[in-house]
């Protein structure tokens, strides 16, 4: 599986993004996926995920309620909505594949190349 992330630029604080993470193959729909994001000088971590059927994993404490994931299977997409942005939401954000839903980035076998988002205050 091959994963592209996209849809992430320069935000004020408060404002709205969506990301993208498309895959190529026909085996996307057999993978859970997850959304890390690493900040400058931080380590990577864990911000959402689903199953291939749906099934939200709960998402990090710090986005709940600002960040909702989802997917369309017949598109071959998973997508990551983010509201309320924070300059603290700064980061570069990571789409990953994996057989089942994990918080842990080790569990992950496909990633995509990231994308930048930016909140300004």
């Known amino acids: 599986v091959q994963l592209q992330a996209s849809g992430g630029g320069l935000v004020q604080a408060g404002g709205s993004l969506r990301l993208s993470c498309a895959a190529s193959?026909?085996?996307?729909?057999?993978?859970?996926v997850g959304w890390f994001r690493q900040a400058p000088g931080k380590e990577r971590e864990f911000v959402a995920a689903?199953?291939?059927?749906?099934?939200?994993?709960s998402p990090t404490e710090s986005v709940k309620g600002r960040f909702t994931i989802s997917r369309d299977n017949a598109k071959n997409t998973v997508y990551l909505q983010m509201s309320s942005l924070k300059p603290e939401d700064t980061a570069i954000y990571y789409c990953?594949?994996?057989?089942?839903?994990?918080?842990?980035?080790?569990?992950?076998?496909?990633w995509g190349q990231g994308t930048q988002v930016t909140v300004s205050s």
């Open positions: 990953a594949a994996a057989p089942s839903p994990s918080r842990n980035s080790w569990d992950y076998n496909y």
């Open positions: 689903i199953s291939r059927s749906g099934g939200v994993t």
């Open positions: 193959g026909r085996t996307f729909s057999s993978y859970a």
